[in-house]
């Protein structure tokens, strides 16, 4: 702790010279939640069947040992998580996380009665919890939900997206914070389609006929998508359709930092929504060659996505969520390593000198503007994380690996 304490000193003198504060930052930091995706834990299997393999519209791939089997397994292994993470954070549940009680409920019969445990849990445990609807792995799922052109199968999905609202509304209104609803469905198709401003008018129907009901204590998201797995050709929620009917209809636009062409700029896109759209939801994961969902690191896109946030002032308008799930590793570790990525691009955003950036860029200083964004990234910044951990009682550093080498030893291991 000494030596945390003397580099930090170093870091904020050095910082004050360029007139930012450490103090602030890390209060500021501290104050963001991120809403940890429940489906990390066992790798979207849900609580619907026994075997929880998943079925169509999503993947997971890896078979690492440990995931977990149950509610309470998901809960134990949240909780862990939230031990070596800094600050109050959110928790993200898919309706198919619901405590069904051993029996079959169908998705068009949920209410907030498989719901009422999480809540539960969740206030006992300082959690705020978000909301999913869940349109894929279940035998009506096909490559077409909410766009079906089959009466019986879209009423189904509407009034499955229609239950998850009144959920999520039930849930805002318990835990006095708005739940965040993501609505994203895999609707698409394998090959060329000629009919795509029917599937298009179909989905939009859908949604007007789901958002009909307003209500005040949770906020809906719609989430696009480029192509998936078996829906190369033609994604009927595409980003043009959900932009259109987010401002049209302002709802929030879901950003999914997998969901789009691999050199497309996910950053770029926050200024703009906040202009015409009421708040932005993102998704946070890291694409490799595709959307792979893989664990968000410090890299240069989620990097871009933080500053341009921060740049923005817009930390209350910008829901922060993640959604990756890499099957293959220890998962408790998936969930601190991207979480704690995520933190540490928002800590190297609000350590900006962005007050003098914009100076130089007003006087055309472009030059100067350039050298003190690559300089602004050797700044120590380090030692101001370390100290967010310290202050927060959290592991410093890699001492994170051992603790959830530890857990593994004695609980995920034993899961058979
Ligand atoms: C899928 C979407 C969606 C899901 C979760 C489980 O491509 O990103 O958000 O990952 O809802
Ligand atoms: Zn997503």
């Known amino acids: 702790m000494e030596n945390i304490k003397k580099t930090y000193e170093l870091a904020k003198e050095r910082y004050a010279k360029l007139g930012i504060n450490t103090d602030e930052a890390i ?9 940890m995706h429940c489906w990390q834990t066992d790798d979207v299997s849900g609580f619907e069947n026994p075997d929880g393999q998943l079925s ?72 705020k919890l978000d909301f999913n609807s869940s349109s894929f792995s ?21 009034e499955h997206t229609k239950r998850c609202r009144a959920i999520s509304e039930e849930i805002g209104k318990q835990q006095d914070s708005p739940c965040v609803m993501n609505l994203w469905i895999h609707d698409g198709s394998k090959d060329t389609t000629v ?6 008018r179909i989905l939009k129907e859908s949604l007007d006929e789901i958002f009909a009901t307003k209500y005040e204590n949770m906020k809906d998201c719609i989430e696009a998508k480029l192509f998936g797995i078996g829906a190369e050709s033609y994604t009927v929620g595409s980003y043009d359709f959900y932009l259109g009917y987010g401002a049209k209809n302002n709802k929030i636009v879901t950003l999914d930092t997998g969901h789009f062409h691999l050199t497309e700029s996910i950053a770029d896109k926050i200024s703009s929504l906040l202009l015409f759209t009421p708040e932005v939801m993102l998704h946070v994961s890291r694409p490799i060659r595709w959307d792979s969902d893989h664990v968000t690191t410090m890299n240069d896109d989620t990097l871009d996505l933080a500053r341009e946030i921060i740049r923005c ?15 293959s590793i220890n998962r408790i570790g998936a969930y601190v390593v991207g979480i704690r990525a995520t933190q540490k691009c928002f800590l190297q955003a609000l350590l900006e000198p962005t007050t003098t950036l914009r100076q130089y860029e007003s006087n055309d200083q472009l030059f100067e503007r350039l050298a003190l964004l690559e300089e602004a990234k050797s700044l120590p910044w380090t030692a101001v994380w370390d100290m967010f951990c310290a ?15 530890a857990y593994e030893k004695e609980v995920t291991s034993k899961r058979n």
């Open 27 to 35: 209060a500021k930091l501290e104050k963001i939640a991120i809403s």
């Open 56 to 127: 169509g519209g999503i993947q997971a791939t890896g078979n690492y040992p440990g995931k977990a089997r149950n509610m309470q397994e998901v809960w134990a292994d949240l909780v862990k998580v939230s031990t070596l993470i800094a600050g109050n954070h959110r928790v993200n549940i898919h309706a198919i996380y619901g405590d069904f009680g051993g029996k079959f409920v169908d998705r068009d019969q949920i209410d907030i009665t498989h719901f009422q445990s999480w809540i539960d849990w969740a206030k006992a445990n300082n959690f």
């Open 138 to 158: 279940h035998p009506k799922s096909g490559m077409l939900t909410l766009s079906n052109p089959d009466d019986e199968i879209r009423n189904f999905w509407i």
């Open 195 to 200: 009919n795509r401003l029917e599937y298009r």
């Open 313 to 327: 002032g817009a930390l209350d308008k910008v829901n922060i969520g993640l959604d990756y799930f890499d099957a």
């Open 391 to 405: 202050k927060n009682n959290v592991p410093v550093g890699e001492d994170y690996i051992a603790e959830i080498q």
